[in-house]
């Protein structure tokens, strides 16, 4: 019996499930879940109406394998930035590394916006299981980004850690909304925006915020 892993390389070099994934993903991303059924997704990827089932068992899991997918790249990018950053980093390489990871593959391509809609339709509509998001991104990323800020700034106790990188996060998903908006020209007022600018703001803010937590946890 193939073990787990044989079994995940050959679905990933499986150019029909490949196709129905690409096309699961750019479906769901048009037409959320509810809005896309298993014939638009085997009809954009040109295969017959019984190769969701085959593959991965029915819509829903359909649905959960382009998450997982997408989720687990984007950790991965993440995770991987961080470790590159070496045993004693500085506090502002670490944040404005992290935030490079967050951003970058989530706009300026076709692919990336893509994924950004299905995280923002996801948000809303909360189909998965919550042991899916927490497993493939939040623990992971979490845990990379945390053991980050403790070399560059080991005076932070574990509680007051996780804060400063919640805060962080829900800054730089903040942008990601404000830039979505630009890029569709829909600004409601909006003006001002340099995304560059932006995230310099957050790298320097955030520092002297985390610094500033680390000198009140000091005796």
Request: hydrophobic share 40%; proline share 4%; glycine share 8%.
């Amino acid at each position: 019996m193939a073990s787990p892993l044989v079994n995940a390389k050959r679905e990933s070099n499986d150019p029909a499930r490949t196709r129905l994934l690409e096309a699961a993903a750019a479906c769901f991303a048009a037409k959320g879940y509810s809005g896309t059924t298993v014939r638009d997704i085997t009809s954009r990827a040109g295969c017959n109406v019984s190769a969701v089932t085959y593959h991965f068992g029915g819509k829903r899991k359909a649905y959960e394998a382009v998450y997982a997918q997408r989720l687990e790249d984007l950790t991965r990018r993440r995770v991987s930035a961080l470790h590159r950053l070496g045993p004693a980093p500085v506090l502002e390489d670490v944040i404005g590394t992290f935030a490079s990871a967050f951003l970058a593959p989530l706009h300026g391509s076709e692919r990336g916006r893509e994924t950004m809609t299905l995280l923002l339709r996801e948000m809303v509509d909360g189909h998965l299981p919550a042991s899916l998001v927490a497993q493939r991104m939040v623990h992971p990323t979490l845990g990379a980004l945390a053991q980050a800020l403790d070399r560059a700034c080991p005076g932070l106790d574990h509680r007051r850690r996780a804060l400063c990188c919640h805060s962080l996060i829900s800054q730089l998903v903040h942008v990601l909304q404000v830039q979505r908006m630009h890029e569709r020209g829909r600004t409601g007022g909006l003006t001002g925006f340099d995304l560059h600018e932006t995230v310099s703001h957050i790298v320097h803010f955030t520092a002297a915020g985390i610094r500033a937590c680390a000198q009140d946890e000091a005796p």
